[in-house]
């Protein structure tokens, strides 16, 4: 059997796991909000419209902050349509996605949905056609307690304590031609910057993301995130990245080695972080958010300009990607590269939550269930808390179509408060079962070491395999008998693991 080795230290410490690593987005598209979040004749509606089937599966996922409301739909938003009394408020054309707005979720609501759903809100403010004002508008009608016209006006649409919104993105992938109010470099980062400015006066307790490039293929990528920083460094606290992959030409091992080109896009865009930082003598860190990641191809990949040949409408079945069990595999892939930039990577969101490029698909009138990309993200964001250790790794490499020396194993480590290891690995050999040897000797003592209490693996036979409403269990993690024997456990084939280790002697 092939063999690879892990040797892992408590010492050896990437950086404490900020939690918001395991966030995700709802983006007014498709049927995010409207049938799937929200549905008011749904059976499992409760008393204001919202699917509780669908508030189950997110709680479970365990998403400390959901990016909202856009996307691209942001950049054509006044957030003033989606407040006050719902029968006035308008009925807009959204030109990112050729879809009518009927605005009946909006700032109140979502923020009511997400306390419901034991999350946050990362909201994302217009700066493709709206101004820095508006911008900072938004912050003093959703955090000033009251006595000004705006806050007031809150208190009037029936929220009496503020909203307490935390964390704001300005705006969303200002490079890509396909926004509207698109800009260059120096555009954005001069907006950017006056928006900053002006909300951080309005409420100093916030933090900002400034956008950083839609995607390391943009041709402006490194030149945008340099010009950015260089005009907003200081008063903006994240700097974001998007990255979506796909397998369009059924090359299953180049798929699953996409990370090596995640791994290198968080690292340049640290580096060119950490350069501006030296270059200002600054003592304050922009750290990474990785606001919008996933697997994104099966409906039609990201030719954006496609949507608009089709008819307007509302709650549209758009980018309904089905996620097979490869894909399962590849979101885990991209959980361990997070969490072994945990260093940098503070934010990241899985985009999207519901029925629009998403672990949960609802039906209109019918049921809710979980994606294969669900347990991943679920096991990681429950497991994968604490302090993200550095797993030295040995094994098998091999080159694929694009990538180089891709790593057979792949492994993140996390030592959780409770002195318990949890190793969440993926084995991406598709044709051979692979012995992982865990040198764990740095947990060891004179009384006891690290035994496995538990093991769980997703694995299917078939790569293409597929969750779906009458058979929602047919891809899902299984716990299999935790062996570990001289530091060796078995890594089936083309596989997700978690590997729970517990002191033998608890302090
Ligand atoms: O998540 C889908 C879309 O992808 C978002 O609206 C946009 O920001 C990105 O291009």
Redesign the pocket.
Known sequence: MKQATLILDRDYRIGDIDPRIYGS?I?H?GRAVYTGIYEPDHPTADGDGFRSDVIDLVKRLNVPVVRYP????VSGFDWRDSIGPREARPRRMDL?WKTTEPNTVGLHEFCAWAKKADSSVMYAVNLGTGTPASAREVVEYANHPGGTALSDQRRKNGAEDPLGIKLFCLG??MD?P?QMGAKTANEYARCANEAAKLMKWTDPTIELVACGS?GSGMPTFGDWEHTVLNECHDNVDYLSL?R?YGNPHNDTPDFLASTMDLDDFIKTVAGIARGIKGKKHSRHTVSLSLD?WNV?YHSHG?D?TIYKNKPWGTALHL?EDIYNFEDALLVGLMLITILKNADTVKIACM??LVN??APIMTREGGGAWAQTIYYPLMQASTLGRGVSLAPIISCEKADTAHYTDVPMVDAAAVQKENGDVVIFAVNRNLTDDVVLKCDLRAFGSASGGMMLAHHSVMHHDDMKAVNTEDNPMNVVPADIAPVMEDGCVKLPRASWNVLCLTPTVKK
């Open positions: 987005f983006e598209l856009g996307g691209n739909f990112a969303n992938e890509g396909w839609s998007h979506y919008e994104w990201q954006q980018l985009a999207q629009v490029i």
